[in-house]
């Protein structure tokens, strides 16, 4: 039960890119329409959840012990860039040279998400067991797919809609993004607790 509401908190009232505003410049950047959101949402979701469910292991039975707890963010980085690399490559190998210059661009984006960071990063934080910190986990990439294909959906519908001059681009898309924010922020209370 810990497991699922650490999932369904994370995903929803907990959300790291409209409720903690993290990775919230690789979302509106990549983006732009939802067959491509889809694909680079699911790595951001499987990068972000490996991430945090290896950064568990490696604060409480590495860092933390050894005093070197400082370190966790370099750690997290490093370990997650490696997994995302590696996944994307192998992925992509039996791959056209196009197909696989496409991929290594998605897979940077995926690397220097903020998610992959601050996923392990909170986990670390509240000092919390390994399923509630692998629910946690899963559920951040979950929530941060979720904001990823939502935004490209809703920027795909306002970019077909007649907006003014003036708010066309950037600024209808952080208006966007922000009415999004306030969406996920009412939600606050509606998940957390709901499987206590």
């Known amino acids: 039960m810990e497991f699922l509401n650490a999932l369904f908190?994370?995903?929803?009232?907990?959300?790291?890119?409209f409720v903690q505003l993290v990775g919230m410049a690789s979302v509106m950047v990549?983006?732009?329409?939802?067959?491509?959101?889809?694909?680079?949402?699911?790595?951001l979701w499987g990068a972000t959840a490996?991430?945090?469910?290896?950064?568990?292991?490696?604060?409480?039975?590495?860092?933390?012990?050894?005093?070197?707890?400082y370190l966790a963010p370099i750690v997290y980085l490093m370990v997650a860039s490696a997994v995302v690399f590696l996944v994307g490559g192998m992925l992509a190998a039996k791959k056209p040279l196009e197909e696989r210059r496409d991929a290594m661009v998605i897979c940077t984006a995926i690397a220097l998400n903020a998610?992959?960071?601050?996923?392990?990063?909170?986990?670390?934080?509240?000092?919390?067991?390994?399923?509630?910190?692998?629910?946690?986990?899963?559920?951040?990439?979950?929530?941060?797919?979720?904001?990823?294909?939502?935004?490209?959906?809703l920027r795909g519908r306002v970019n077909d809609a007649q907006v003014p001059a003036a708010l066309r681009g950037l600024p209808i898309s952080v208006l966007t993004a922000?009415?999004?924010?306030?969406?996920?922020?009412?939600?606050?209370?509606?998940?957390?607790?709901?499987?206590?």
């Not at 990549?30 to 790595?43: M, N």
């Not at 490996?50 to 707890?69: E, F, N, T």
């Not at 392990?120 to 797919?145: H, K, N, Q, R, W």
Request: charged letters at 10%.
């Open 30 to 43: 990549l983006a732009l329409r939802p067959e491509e959101s889809v694909r680079f949402g699911l790595g």
């Open 178 to 196: 922000a009415l999004m924010a306030l969406a996920f922020v009412g939600i606050n209370g509606a998940v957390s607790g709901l499987f206590v």
């Open 115 to 153: 998610c992959l960071l601050a996923c392990p990063l909170s986990i670390a934080e509240a000092d919390c067991t390994f399923d509630v910190g692998a629910g946690t986990a899963i559920g951040a990439g979950l929530g941060a797919f979720i904001a990823v294909v939502l935004f490209a959906t």
């Open 50 to 69: 490996v991430s945090g469910i290896l950064g568990w292991p490696l604060y409480y039975l590495l860092l933390q012990p050894w005093g070197i707890s």
């Open 9 to 17: 908190t994370a995903a929803l009232d907990n959300n790291l890119v």
